[in-house]
């Protein structure tokens, strides 16, 4: 069956209440219109988290894969107490925000400019004079999913090298890494903190990469709980009386309604049971997700222990 759209749910919601049935919703002026409208985002909003305890919606979630950036082969001049890096070979893959590193460069080192095809300028001065070191730059921050309501635990892996990310990392352990002198080895690790470069809540990683081709991926859960006509926008909030429900459109009927009945100030007791059970049935269906850590380093729940092997019998 197709999907109904948000001006024929909230018309069937109207209907069972026995109040006029809106001919628009989005754009609409009337009181009645406008609360529906608020009440329809509302519900929406509350029940797009309600299975978050059970590892939310399947129809929320998502996987979400993005390539590092980093480059080697460039050379460059420094010197002593300057920040400018001049005589580089090539500045074509540099960007403001990059770590830069090389010999004399301090430690975490960021691109604040690049300033023409052969000099970039560095936040932090150099230790050292030299001509035609080796300069390594690359990005250690990505942008999160527009849509991401939180992530899923134990998801976060690195396809190319087919290894589980290490983190999220605390504080202490972040700055261990940036900033100590005890080798950590090649498992990337990551952690998730306010860039300064783009102002947004961002993935870092680290050791900074040093190629393009790597994937990261992890999965996460949307909070986009409706979509355009088209299903190509997603979106968390209605936008247009076409727009369709990703989540269950009876629960989202009971829900619009026994909110109406409680904004009016009437009686919803009825109407709030019928989409308690609603929503419990809808759950209970869902497949909802379970923590079950499959890598030999995780804790709790494994697929292969030695409580589901047999002592004898191998291939018996």
């Excluded at 900033?179 to 947004?200: A, D, H, M």
């Amino acid at each position: 069956m197709a999907a109904r759209t948000l001006l024929q749910l909230v018309q069937a919601a109207a209907n069972e209440l026995g109040i006029p049935e809106p001919s628009q919703v989005i754009g609409a002026t009337d009181d009645t219109s406008r609360q529906l409208l608020a009440l329809a985002n509302r519900e929406g909003k509350e029940f797009s988290q309600m299975a978050n305890k059970n590892g939310g919606w399947q129809a929320l979630h998502k996987e979400y894969t993005f390539t590092v950036v980093g480059y080697t082969g460039a050379t460059g001049n420094i010197t002593t107490g300057s920040t400018i890096v001049s005589g580089i070979s090539s500045t074509s893959n540099m960007l403001a925000g990059q770590i830069i590193g090389g010999n004399g460069i301090p430690n975490q080192s960021r691109i604040v400019s690049v300033d023409s095809s052969t000099q970039i300028t560095m936040d932090l001065a150099a230790t050292g004079t030299a001509t035609g070191i080796d300069l390594t730059n690359g990005k250690d921050y990505y942008d999160l999913p527009s849509d991401l309501e939180y992530f899923m635990q134990r998801t976060f892996w690195d396809r190319s090298y087919r290894w589980q990310l290490l983190g999220p990392l605390e504080a202490q352990e972040k700055n261990v890494i940036k900033y100590g002198i005890s080798p950590v080895g090649p498992r990337r690790r990551f952690w998730i903190q306010k860039s300064t470069v783009t102002g947004n809540l961002a993935m870092f990683i680290n050791p900074v990469p040093s190629n393009t081709t790597d994937l990261i991926t992890y999965d996460y859960l949307s909070n986009a709980w409706c979509t355009d006509d088209s299903g190509s926008i997603d979106q968390s909030l209605w936008a247009a009386d076409t727009d369709t429900y990703k989540l269950d459109e009876e629960c989202f009927i009971f829900g619009l309604k026994f909110r109406y009945l409680r904004a009016k100030g009437l009686d919803y007791g009825e109407e709030y049971e019928m989409y308690q059970r609603a929503c419990s049935r809808v759950m209970a269906r869902d497949g909802a997700n379970r923590d079950l850590p499959i890598n030999a380093q995780a804790t709790g729940i494994y697929l292969l222990s030695s409580a589901n092997v047999p002592d004898s019998g191998f291939g018996s």
